[in-house]
């Protein structure tokens, strides 16, 4: 029997490669084809053939709140009906950033972007232009979105460079980024040695959620913390997954460990398409207009 979610899926793929907007969701990891839903509520999802279930991926992971809750459906109601987008600064900016300051231990400044990975993106830029190096470390299993530099998989040694983990990634940008294990303090420390004023930052996954769930070993951060600190590095942590969820200061808050740079997404908008950066105040006056990146 043919249902709806098969016939908008085949439709899909005619206009949209693959038949998804992410390949998450394409249901390849665990078979089938995905089905489409029709709307949702609370920890409840109801697709187009009728059926209600229980959500236990909450967009993956923003709706913290569950879906379509009456504080965030009204925030949203009102906002729009004042307008958009504006293209200039807008109140509910200073707001925003007034709340994410207060929250977040490490942050002093923060800038808004769109999502997670342009954060991301960010951090590693403003971590190259404030130490003036080129170089970044990122553990394998971590993912921090579809950032070049950042799409890269580990070589066949604890210290050789990455190699491209998607077609499209020049071997150029993969060289500029040293993958190492998770949790393995001695492999920081060899890669400091070998690339000597040469490592902008590290950025991480304080607790790594996209590779299965597992938590860095006891210590570790305070490691990481130490090891930029001794090198003139940037910790970056990219708390997309973690922020707010773990706690309201996210893993930095738990921890006591403070990085220089932390990336946020669609969490802090209710699962709109948002995200934001933020760190150190002499590092952030980096940023265009007041600095060079």
Request: glycine letters at 12%; hydrophobic letters at 45%.
């Amino acid at each position: 029997m043919t249902t709806r979610s098969s016939e908008l899926f085949a439709l899909a793929r005619r206009r949209i490669p693959g038949g998804v907007n992410s390949p998450v969701r394409a249901f390849r990891g665990v078979g089938g084809e995905p089905f489409f839903v029709d709307r949702a509520k609370g920890a409840h999802i109801w697709d187009v053939d009728g059926r209600e279930l229980i959500d236990y991926v909450g967009t993956w992971g923003p709706a913290i709140l569950g879906h379509a809750p009456q504080v965030v459906t009204n925030a949203v109601a009102e906002a729009a009906r004042n307008g958009m987008s504006f293209g200039i600064p807008n109140p509910l900016e200073v707001e925003m950033a007034e709340l994410i300051c207060a929250w977040m231990p490490a942050i002093k400044k923060v800038r808004m972007v769109n999502s997670g990975t342009e954060a991301t993106m960010a951090c590693v830029r403003l971590a190259r232009g404030f130490t003036k190096r080129d170089k970044i470390i990122k553990f394998a299993g971590c993912y921090h979105g579809h950032v070049d530099s950042l799409l890269v998989k580990a070589g066949s040694g604890l210290l050789t460079h990455g190699h491209p983990d998607s077609a499209g990634v020049p071997k150029s940008f993969a060289a500029e980024t040293i993958v190492l294990p998770f949790n393995n303090i001695e492999a920081v420390r060899a890669a400091f040695r070998k690339n000597r004023r040469a490592i902008a930052g590290i950025i991480l996954e304080p607790i790594p959620a996209n590779a299965g769930l597992f938590f860095p070993r006891k210590g570790f951060l305070e490691q990481l913390r130490e090891e930029c600190t001794r090198h003139g590095a940037l910790l970056i942590f990219d708390e997309v997954m973690t922020g707010f969820r773990v706690g309201p200061g996210g893993v930095q808050g738990l921890s006591g460990v403070r990085p220089d740079l932390t990336a946020l997404g669609k969490v802090i908008g209710g699962g709109l398409p948002v995200g934001a950066f933020g760190g150190r105040a002499e590092v952030m006056d980096e940023l265009s207009p007041d600095g060079p990146v």
